[in-house]
């Protein structure tokens, strides 16, 4: 199922601190920085943060700016992104700001919080998601209602989970030169198991006295279940696929082999360099030492579904990528009947006990310089 693309976003001290322990918010953002938030919550969707936060400050979490709000309605857009939160025990305050102010609101719990919710009267639609709140069926519902991207803006227990699940594209981290000091206060990011190796930094920006930075995860998701790492990968071969010269014998393929740690081992594309006939798969397989123990546990990303038959070399993909050990493949399109009826490499994989993960939301981008080989 296809999921918003998730943004983190959260100010944090230089010890790490999201707030101190007084009654009031600690501000941790410079006022160009809070304008900047304000940009960002303009360029959204939805806008979601914790029971925790929304009892701790009071927030409103609206685009402040008329300018911004215009610019949305003009594009046919909601003048306020949904607002969203979540609860397990649904004790939220009816009085608070967040159900007054805004737009439309969504309160994503669990059956006994449902109950809770629900009676004491929230100005918002109350979802319940089971026994438990998952956040992957409930950012399937929220792509569901139309949410393509959604800004979380803490606190941390939210931010974690979300981390810690794979399922965040994207880290605004603002660095503020204070320090808060306290064990008891909260932190940004909880323990509990994080992506394995270095996250990639996309961007850093000094804004008056504190300074923002983007990060994205890297690592590959593990066995069926992808990651937001395992959509950036993907679209990464897609792009690499554009970069094929054209043939009307053969399909334009991009190809990426990731480490578990989030480290690119290597990428290739059809038809590179000198080969007219190499697939994408291959050329990238071609380019890592055979005896790299990183392969193991390394995922092949390739825009179509590696080949199980082949004319123009003895071995197909399926089986260079079984050869080279590697375990996991996701993909984003099924191989047609163009040149091979059934080809089914990812039966092949499959069977030889590889996981293949099918993400058919990127099927139209790794089509479309195929489109003269398609009916
Ligand atoms: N500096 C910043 O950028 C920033 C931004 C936002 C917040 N903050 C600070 O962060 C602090 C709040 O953070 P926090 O970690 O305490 O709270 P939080 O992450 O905002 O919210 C946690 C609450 O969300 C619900 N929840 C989250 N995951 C759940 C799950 N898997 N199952 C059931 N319920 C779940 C629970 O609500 P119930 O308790 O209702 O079950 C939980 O208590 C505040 O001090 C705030 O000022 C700072």
């Known amino acids: 199922m296809p999921l918003p693309y998730v943004l983190l976003s959260a100010a944090v001290s230089l010890d790490g601190y999201l707030d101190d322990t007084g009654p009031e918010r600690l501000l941790l953002s410079s006022p160009a920085d809070f304008d900047r938030v304000d940009e960002v919550r303009a360029s959204v969707d939805a806008i979601l943060v914790g029971a925790g936060t929304i009892r701790a400050d009071n927030p409103r979490l609206l685009v402040n700016s008329p300018s911004r709000r215009a610019v949305r309605v003009c594009a046919g857009r909601p003048e306020y992104p949904l607002k969203v939160t979540v609860s397990g025990s649904g004790e939220l305050d009816p009085e608070a700001k967040f159900w007054h102010t805004g737009g439309e609101k969504i309160v994503y719990t669990t059956e006994k919080g449902a109950e809770r919710a629900r009676a004491a009267g929230l100005a918002a639609d109350v979802v319940s998601l089971g026994p438990d709140l998952d956040w992957r069926r409930l950012l399937e519902d929220l792509h569901a209602r139309g949410v393509r991207r959604l800004m979380v803006e803490g606190g941390g227990r939210v931010h974690t989970q979300l981390l810690q699940e794979g399922l965040a594209d994207e880290l605004h981290l603002v660095l503020a030169p204070l320090f808060v000091g306290d064990p008891s206060a909260p932190r940004l990011f909880g323990p509990g198991g994080y992506q394995q190796g270095r996250l990639r930094l996309l961007e850093s920006r000094r804004i008056e006295d504190v300074v923002l930075m983007r990060y994205a995860p890297t690592a590959p998701g593990e066995g069926t279940r992808a990651t937001a790492a395992d959509r950036h990968w993907l679209r990464l071969a897609c792009e690499l696929a554009e970069l094929c010269p054209p043939s009307r014998t053969a399909f334009s393929v991009g190809a990426v082999v990731v480490a578990s740690d989030g480290t690119e081992l290597a990428r290739g594309h059809s038809r590179e360099g000198d080969d007219p006939v190499v697939h994408a798969e291959e050329a990238a397989l071609a380019k890592i030492d055979p005896t790299d123990p990183r392969l193991a546990s390394a995922t092949v990303y390739s825009s179509l579904e ?12 399926a089986r260079l990528i079984l050869q080279a050990g590697v375990r996991r493949v996701v993909t984003a399109w099924r191989e047609p009947d163009t040149f091979v009826v059934d080809a089914d490499g990812s039966g092949l994989l499959a069977s030889a006990g590889v996981d293949v993960v099918v993400l058919p939301e990127f099927e139209d981008r790794a ?9």
């Open 306 to 317: 590696p080949c199980a038959h082949r004319a123009s070399r003895p071995a197909p993909c």
């Open 367 to 375: 089509k479309a310089p195929n489109t003269h080989l398609l009916p």
